[in-house]
């Protein structure tokens, strides 16, 4: 409860409040946005699936890709409150059968994707999550590995945004939907 007004936090209050920043991680200078408290939370968990669900349900997706690791809890969930399938966007070497890969640039050197093959069908209505967009390389890879499937990019959905790091702009005017803004 809001202590002057005894009235429940909005969500994004609520959320907001279970994002831990931890300094200095995982290099000096960063201030990580730590969102085990948010996992920990019931009404925080439930909260946030709720939000990034109403976001979506409209769109009639088919497949949901959460990229490794945080996406793949908040997206397996999501695909399963939307009635949709999930598919894993993994690092290399972690997929059992014949996978695509997708480079990608980070600011200290590079790293790479990969999905199934056979994991989207042509046509299909994809949604990528994740818990976090910064500078936008790793979403823009998935999203690019989605495309090289046929499968029909809808848009992307976080929990957190840091903002102030432009990631929006590697995404190519794409449907952006973000529960908690950093500037």
Do not use: W
């Not at 991680?25 to 939000?51: E, H, M, Q, V």
């Not at 590079?110 to 209505?125: F, K, Q, S, V």
């Not at 976090?132 to 823009?140: D, K, P, R």
């Amino acid at each position: 409860m809001d202590a002057t007004s005894n009235k429940p936090p909005n969500a994004e209050q609520l959320l907001r409040g279970l994002v831990r920043d931890v300094p200095d991680f995982p290099k000096a200078g960063i201030i990580y946005k730590d969102i085990t408290p948010l996992l920990a939370s019931r009404r925080g968990l439930a909260a946030s699936l709720d939000l990034l669900a109403r976001a979506h349900a409209h769109q009639e997706i088919d497949i949901v890709v959460g990229i490794e690791s945080r996406g793949f809890i908040f997206g397996a969930a999501l695909a399963a409150r939307l009635g949709a399938g999930f598919v894993p966007a993994r690092k290399p070497g972690k997929l059992p059968a014949a996978t695509r890969t997708q480079k990608y640039a980070l600011e200290y050197g590079h790293d790479t994707l990969e999905m199934h093959e056979d994991a989207i069908t042509a046509g299909e209505r994809v949604l990528i999550c994740d818990d976090l967009i910064a500078t936008g390389g790793t979403a823009n890879a998935t999203g690019q590995l989605v495309e090289q499937l046929g499968g029909e990019l809808v848009g992307y959905s976080f929990v957190i945004e840091l903002a102030f790091l432009n990631g929006r702009k590697q995404l190519n005017g794409a449907n952006i939907h973000s529960l908690i803004q950093y500037d």
